[in-house]
């Protein structure tokens, strides 16, 4: 005997509201599933974990084919006299769905609903359009949509992608992509599917068409100017084509791994984002300390001004001028802080602290002011280290020279060991390599080193790690450095003096002319040493030439 139409309504209601009342308990736990949950096994619950996801996953594709069955009726209207919404009747029917869903299920049924042509509606769904045509995306979507294993927030994702890029691809390849689109997002989700667009139109583009979109994208490319926010940290908003993104990840991944210390068993505490933000510091840094002809203040275009009063950019320091006075007195100005000038971060507050690290940098120009807010001083990069001396201090320290610190030179800072403000000299003897990150660190802990003939080890700078060990020994250094330069003062005055009585003679000029041997012995003997020093020079630029290619080969080898 056939069964009526509803004999089926019954049985699949009676089917239904068996699976609702298997799983049904009441707030304490209690039902079917609590009476039997701790009994079960392991395997057995990761048996009864498979068999919920798959009844879960066939009860929502059923939800989405009566929603599609009822926005095709016009169900929604004809309650409600008219009025009304797909998305409001799945809530009103499907409570659960309030929380999070309803709105995709809702625009996936109505979308399936209204592409197909009236009177070609059948039981099973949609009888022509697109949902019914296997070889477009919607009928790859909805086939597997079906069967429960795709859901609607990845129906529609997939069916976005494909809408953006279609006509991009070659015809015989669109199921293809759909189908890929979809494997992907079972397995990593909607939001990783979105990010195969460019994978797949490499793959299945028409010729031409992965190369004009990268072109395209170069116009989307974006760095915003700075914005303070509440934290007083700088955000920029910043967007690079895959190119640019490729570069940039190439150069600051290497720079932001942790950096553990097994020298002095420091350990890399700094979260991700800080080491991210310190490698592109790092990047910046580099650029900014390469070597311009510098002619006046700001010639270079990565030349950064600091306006900062002069009390306070010295207070709390041991007065270089007279060694009696402990400390220099800060100023009476309302702000303890340096401004940033003339550049897109204007008026960008530093703390003393700050400025006093920055002006061991290259191009880094202080513009300190007196306190009537005169300009006492503007510093220009000839203070700073010059390309031989940095070359000279790559091929002496070869890395950054805090203990247990591999850092490439190249990618090192040249360090005033006597702090330019406090009077440091910009002499070899006084500097040493340290990267960026600890640079900062011996500002912080106010270290001093020390610089030697190479020892066993081949270094040539010890530092003093003991906390404020800069603060002990800075009068002692600062003594040595006034009595090297009133050395050098003395020694330049007697040259010029001895140059002024080879200048001055008698009235007679020809009267004690040496003789002629004695001037042609003088000739020789310039021109030898001319010679000498032009081979010293020569021998010392090829010196250093064969150690700055040597320390690229070894950095391209690491990197590959």
């Excluded at 460019?198 to 914005?227: I, T």
């Excluded at 505490?269 to 800080?274: D, F, G, I, N």
């Excluded at 990618?411 to 910009?426: M, N, S």
Aim: hydrophobic share 40%; net charge negative; glycine share 8%.
């Amino acid at each position: 005997m056939n069964e009526t139409p509803a004999t089926d309504v019954a049985r699949l209601r009676a089917v239904l509201e068996g699976a609702r009342d298997a799983l049904a308990c009441d707030e304490g736990g209690v039902g079917p599933l609590g009476d039997v949950l701790a009994r079960l096994s392991g395997p057995e619950l990761a048996e009864f974990m498979r068999l919920a996801d798959d009844v879960k996953a066939r009860a929502g594709a059923a939800q989405i084919r009566v929603t599609a069955e009822a926005a095709h009726r016009g169900e929604f209207t004809a309650a409600r006299r008219g009025e009304g919404s797909v998305g409001a009747w799945v809530q009103e029917h499907a409570p659960s769905l309030r929380q999070d869903g309803g709105y995709q299920l809702a625009q996936l049924a109505q979308d399936v609903a209204c592409s197909v042509p009236g009177g070609l509606w059948s039981t099973a769904g949609p009888g022509a359009g697109a949902y019914a045509d296997p070889d477009k995306p919607e009928g790859v979507v909805w086939a597997r949509v079906l069967t429960g294993e795709v859901g609607p927030w990845l129906a529609l994702t997939a069916l976005r992608e494909m809408a953006k890029f279609e006509d991009q691809l070659e015809p015989d390849a669109v199921p293809t992509v759909a189908r890929a689109i979809l494997d992907h997002g079972v397995l990593w989700g909607p939001a990783e599917a979105r990010k195969l667009r460019p994978h797949l139109l490499a793959m299945f583009g028409v010729e031409g068409e992965f190369d004009d979109k990268q072109k395209k994208l170069r116009k989307a490319a974006y760095l915003s100017s700075p914005r303070v926010n509440d934290a007083d940290i700088t955000e920029y908003r910043l967007g690079l084509t895959p190119e640019q993104a490729a570069t940039l990840e190439a150069v600051i991944g290497p720079l932001s791994q942790p950096a553990p210390n097994d020298v002095t068993g420091e350990r890399d505490l700094r979260p991700a984002e800080q080491r991210r933000a310190e490698a592109l510091a790092a990047v910046c840094g580099q650029v900014a300390g390469q070597d311009a002809d510098h002619t006046a203040p700001g010639g270079a275009s990565t030349t950064l001004h600091v306006g900062i009063n002069a009390g306070d950019l010295l207070a709390h320091f041991p007065n270089p001028e007279d060694p009696h006075t402990d400390t220099v007195t800060p100023s009476d100005s309302a702000e303890k802080c340096g401004r940033v000038m003339v550049s897109r971060a204007q008026a960008t507050m530093l703390g003393p602290a700050i400025v006093r690290q920055m002006a061991c940098d290259a191009d880094i120009i202080p513009v300190v002011f007196g306190a009537d807010g005169e300009i006492l001083d503007v510093g220009r990069a000839v203070r700073l280290f010059t390309k031989g001396q940095r070359r000279a201090l790559w091929h002496r320290d070869k890395t950054c020279t805090y203990p247990g610190c591999d850092v490439p030179a190249g990618w090192a800072q040249a360090h005033h060991l006597i702090h330019w403000v406090d009077g440091g000299p910009t002499d070899l003897g006084y500097a040493a390599l340290l990267c960026q990150r600890h640079h900062t660190h011996v500002h912080d802990k106010r270290l001093i080193a020390t610089v030697h003939p190479p020892n066993e080890h081949g270094a040539s700078v010890t530092w003093d790690l003991s906390p404020g060990s800069y603060d002990r020994d800075l009068p002692a250094r600062l003594n040595q450095i006034r009595r090297e330069r009133a050395k050098q003062r003395a020694t330049a005055q007697q040259r010029a003096a001895q140059r002024a009585c080879l200048d001055t003679g008698p009235p007679d000029p020809w009267v004690d002319q040496p003789p002629e041997h004695v001037i042609q012995a003088w000739v020789d003997e310039w021109m030898a040493d001319e010679q000498d020093r032009e081979r010293w020079q020569a021998r010392r630029n090829a010196e250093f030439d064969d150690a700055l290619a040597t320390m690229l080969d070894e950095e391209r080898t690491h990197t590959a």
